[in-house]
């Protein structure tokens, strides 16, 4: 199986705190893999690193097998990988249009910003493709800071997806989330990989959502990974369960 995204010994110091240290993993086309630790494990770090947020210490990020290690974000997206954020990035005084119309105006290829809205053939039609895909017809024209929280991480994993990405990466997507909310961007993510073929790198703290979701988990603690594997294989194993849930299951 094919590889979109492999991290090889990737490392990253701040002052004297080594947040992420020698992690190395591979997350595979069309699949969903998630990674999962307690707090302070360096899951936030690692995800920076791969975004092009922070640039490394030590290690490469390879993407579609070429190395874009400390890329910036933009120039990530414009090799096909864009992320949403564990808290909600979203201009809250626009419309929910408007939030994907910016983010979707990246597929005009800078010829969209000093010409008229009119003129964005491929930024508009994007967006009604993520309206419907994402069932947000009746919000369409309400403001961000209107919507639940909900519907405004939904909305943003659509701002994500605008301009086409073919590896998405999800931080936290469920956090503060109802129960109902949280099974509903379950359904999203698996339409997203299994029905889009989009390959998707998430951090999750719901275990049984990552349980269910994911095809692939690497385990982070102490700012390294400590275990990867199936789900099942990761549920199963007595030194995940001794970091992780602290007991034996």
């Known amino acids: 199986m094919q590889s979109i995204v492999s991290v090889r010994g990737l490392g990253v ?10 992690v190395s993993f591979d997350a595979q086309r069309g699949k ?23 640039v490394p210490s030590a290690g490469q990020v390879l993407f579609e097998g070429q ?6 974000p933009d120039k990530m997206l414009r090799a096909g990988l864009a992320r949403s954020f564990q808290i909600t990035n979203l201009f809250f005084e626009l419309s929910v249009r408007e939030n994907l119309r910016l983010a979707a105006q990246f597929l005009e290829k800078g010829r969209g910003w000093l010409q ?13 493709e993520l309206i419907v895909q994402f069932s947000l017809q009746s919000k369409a024209d309400e403001l961000a800071g209107y919507l639940s929280h909900g519907e405004q991480r939904r909305l943003e994993i659509a701002v994500s997806l605008a301009a086409r990405p ?9 956090q503060g989330m109802s129960h109902a909310d949280t ?27 990552v349980m269910n979701l994911s095809d692939h988990v690497v385990v982070m603690h102490q700012g390294q990974k400590l275990a ?13 369960q001794a970091a992780y849930f602290g007991k034996k299951q």
């Open 67 to 72: 190395d874009v290690t400390g890329a910036s």
């Open 183 to 209: 099974q509903e961007t379950e359904i999203l993510i698996r339409s997203l990989a299994v029905e889009h073929g989009l390959s998707i790198l998430l951090v999750e703290h719901d275990v049984d959502l």
């Open 116 to 128: 008229p809205v009119a003129t964005s053939v491929h930024a508009l039609a994007r967006v009604d």
């Open 166 to 174: 073919r590896l998405l990466l999800l931080d936290e997507p469920t």
């Open 13 to 22: 110091r701040f002052g004297a705190l080594q947040a992420v240290n020698d």
């Open 32 to 54: 969903i893999t998630a990674v999962i630790g307690p707090n302070g494990a360096g899951k936030s770090s690692l995800f920076n690193l791969i975004s092009g947020a922070i």
């Open 228 to 240: 990867e594997g199936a789900p099942a294989e990761v549920r199963g194993n007595a030194i995940v």
